[in-house]
């Protein structure tokens, strides 16, 4: 409520779409977070549904290392970014040149995936684990190939679950402030923007109206998500 | 094994993602016994760096675990009766409850501490003090407890199970202790364990909420991150790990079997 009572009054929600500085900081949030969505469903779905669908040896070892990531908050996985793309980070000292990009969106974007990788394969293969493999045996019998079982059988078979992974992962990398914190010091997203105002410019009604379009945009998202798959996920980060 | 070109490019995938996950990781731990980072691994294997994040941020590492103790003491008070209570009387009121309660799960943490400072911020006493800070990790926590004990309750006959009880002359209170809590346990364990889990790797809130005498140990890694050599903060991340990683297995065998029990 503090949002409306400043100077600008409720027309501040109207000033986040007409400054500039805000509406550019907007667009690029959902640009980052979309192409975050988009890399890990791609990357999640695929290794989850081999995950789920092969056993072998090692497989444990694997899901371990892909869920370990559910415990660390956003500021850790910021850390570990730098660890590969900072300036002392493990390309930069392999690769000839100077190859440094944890610090731009490249960094930012690496950071929100490794953050969605795990929350996108557990819902993903909670899915799969209730497909039933028999439908993918008749389509392959009926002569269909690999390519039309994934397009006709399991997609349609997973897509609620996709769907509600996708709104998780995008709905979380609106909001990740702590990878934010360590990468984005040169890059205006939303959460970033959110804590600047507030400590910094002592703008605290931009800050509030910002947390409001924000946690309004999530918990849509994630209602979406929840009622077509049921799994509760921390939009932490 | 793995015959076919899907299933040769699946295994491809679900690799690199696993590297690129699992890498990062390696260096840390790797960076934080290192004697020196930048000449590499050639400059020894110590463990100097550890002893000095002990002295510097000792601190951060009590206070984060005497906050996780406390939030699992604080969310098991709330959230044991608030899920007994919406688990006894289904209906619409207590999804609405229930939607109430889940609703700091999908609000950005940055958000739900901005409101926390706006209403609370000008009482001094209470702004300053390590409670504030357990407010917030009451608040993103408790839902995690709810619905974990909510969905053990939700799936046995609790209505039958208390009348055959109350008949044989239990009162409410032999009832709750004695068929209500039992029952509950492995939502309780899963819950619990979720909630240490959680308050332990908090940085969102607390980073807001905190003051310079009142480090977490989230919020430590992110001060030794901006401003100690690259050594120390790997060093105090390895911590983390090993503080973190025993909780996350734990907390996942505890879901697993939670999970199993309510189907």
Redesign the interface.
């Known amino acids: 409520m503090?949002s409306g009572e400043s100077e600008a009054g409720w027309a501040i929600y109207l000033d986040i779409l007409r400054k500039p500085r805000y509406l550019n900081t907007l667009v690029l949030t959902v640009l980052v977070s979309l192409a975050t969505t988009v890399a890990a469903l791609a990357?999640?779905t695929?290794?989850g549904?081999?995950?789920s669908r092969?056993r072998?040896k090692g497989r444990g070892i694997?899901l371990?290392?892909?869920?370990?990531?559910?415990?660390?908050?956003?500021?850790?996985i910021?850390?570990?970014?730098?660890?590969?793309g900072g300036r002392?980070g493990?390309v930069n000292q392999i690769t000839p040149g100077h190859v440094v990009f944890a610090y731009s969106v490249v960094g930012l974007f690496?950071g929100y995936?490794?953050f969605s990788?795990?929350r996108v394969l557990l819902t993903v293969m909670a899915a799969a684990e209730k497909l039933d493999p028999e439908l993918e045996e008749a389509a392959r019998t009926l002569g269909a190939s690999?390519y039309r079982v994934v397009v006709n059988v399991i997609l349609p078979g997973l897509m609620p679950s996709l769907v509600a992974a996708g709104a998780i992962a995008f709905?979380t990398a609106?909001?990740?402030?702590?990878t934010a914190?360590?990468l984005a010091t040169n890059i205006d997203v939303i959460?970033m923007v959110?804590?600047t105002e507030?400590t910094l410019s002592a703008n605290?009604a931009m800050?509030?109206a910002l947390?409001?379009v924000?946690?309004i945009v999530?918990?849509a998202l994630?209602?979406i998500a929840r009622s077509l798959s049921g799994t509760?996920v921390?939009?932490?980060? | 094994m793995f015959k076919t070109k899907t299933k040769i490019l699946q295994l491809t995938v679900t690799l690199t993602a696993c590297t690129f996950l699992l890498v990062p990781m390696i260096l840390s731990v790797m960076a934080g016994v290192t004697a020196n980072y930048f000449q590499g691994i050639s400059s020894g294997l110590t463990l100097k760096w550890v002893f000095r994040v002990w002295e510097l941020y000792a601190d951060s590492i009590f206070l984060s675990m005497w906050l996780a103790i406390t939030c699992l003491i604080a969310t098991l008070i709330i959230g044991l009766p608030a899920a007994y209570g919406l688990a006894r009387h289904p209906g619409w009121l207590s999804r609405l409850l229930e939607e109430f309660i889940s609703l700091p799960l999908a609000v950005p943490g940055l958000a739900l501490a901005l409101a926390l400072l706006q209403l609370y911020g000008s009482m001094k006493g209470f702004r300053a003090s390590w409670t504030f800070i357990l407010v917030g990790h009451v608040l993103y926590t408790l839902p995690f407890m709810v619905r974990s004990i909510l969905a053990v309750l939700a799936s046995m006959d609790l209505k039958t199970l208390e009348e055959g009880a109350a008949s044989l002359g239990a009162s409410p209170w032999q009832r709750f202790r004695d068929i209500v809590v039992p029952n509950a346990m492995p939502g309780i364990l899963a819950g619990a364990l979720t909630v240490v889990t959680l308050s332990i790797g908090e940085f969102n809130l607390t980073w807001m909420l905190h003051t310079p005498y009142l480090k977490t140990l989230p919020v430590g890694l992110a001060d030794s991150y901006a401003s100690m050599r690259l050594e120390v903060a790997s060093a105090y991340t390895l911590v983390f790990f090993v503080l973190i990683v025993p909780l996350l297995m734990a907390m996942q065998w505890a879901s697993a079997r939670a999970q199993r029990i309510s189907q």
């Open positions: 503090v990357i999640s695929t290794a549904m081999f995950l092969n072998f694997l371990s290392i892909m869920t370990l990531p559910l415990a660390f908050p956003g500021v850790v910021g850390f570990l970014i730098i660890l590969l002392q493990l690496l995936l490794y990788i795990p690999p709905a609106m909001g990740a402030f702590g914190f360590t959460p959110i804590y507030f605290i800050a509030a947390s409001i924000l946690g999530t918990w994630l209602l509760t921390a939009a932490g980060g």
